[in-house]
């Protein structure tokens, strides 16, 4: 069931974006791209469950910003616990390519914590 919440939400492709300009607009397709983001762990509460941790890298300098911006995910609400873990790398940006104030689902690796 704690999947079927979020699996029946969530984007298939591609992150959520909010007021980022577009490649055809700027004409430079890497203006796009975020210069800092975060790691955020969401604990999903779901009654009569067992909580569920979810990882997300968000496009957003600021660890409050990263933390409030998940609530625009499909199938993230508000009691749902969300803790910004720590700063990603301008690596993890890349490999990402994280768009300005996008969310993506980061992939559960054991060292993810600890970047890369």
């Known amino acids: 069931m704690n999947s079927l919440r979020l699996a029946?939400?969530?984007?298939?492709a591609e992150a959520v974006t909010t007021g980022s300009p577009s490649t055809a607009s700027?004409?430079?397709?890497?203006?796009?791209?975020?210069?800092?983001?975060?790691?955020?762990?969401?604990?999903?509460v779901i009654a009569n469950k067992s909580p569920e941790r979810r990882f997300f890298a968000v496009g957003v300098g600021?660890?409050?910003?990263?933390?409030?911006?998940?609530?625009?995910?499909?199938?993230?609400?508000?009691?749902d616990q969300r803790i910004a873990r720590?700063?990603?790398?301008l690596?993890?940006?890349s490999d990402l390519r994280l768009r300005i104030e996008a969310i993506r689902p980061y992939a559960s690796a054991?060292?993810?914590?600890?970047?890369?």
């Not at 600021?62 to 009691?79: D, F």
């Not at 720590?86 to 790398?89: I, P």
């Not at 054991?110 to 890369?116: F, I, K, V």
């Open 62 to 79: 600021n660890a409050a910003e990263a933390e409030a911006a998940l609530l625009r995910y499909p199938g993230i609400l508000h009691e």
């Open 26 to 44: 700027t004409g430079n397709p890497a203006a796009e791209f975020a210069k800092a983001g975060w790691l955020v762990e969401v604990i999903l």
């Open 110 to 116: 054991p060292n993810m914590l600890q970047g890369s």
């Open 8 to 12: 029946s939400r969530v984007p298939r």
């Open 91 to 93: 690596r993890e940006l």
């Open 86 to 89: 720590r700063v990603l790398a």
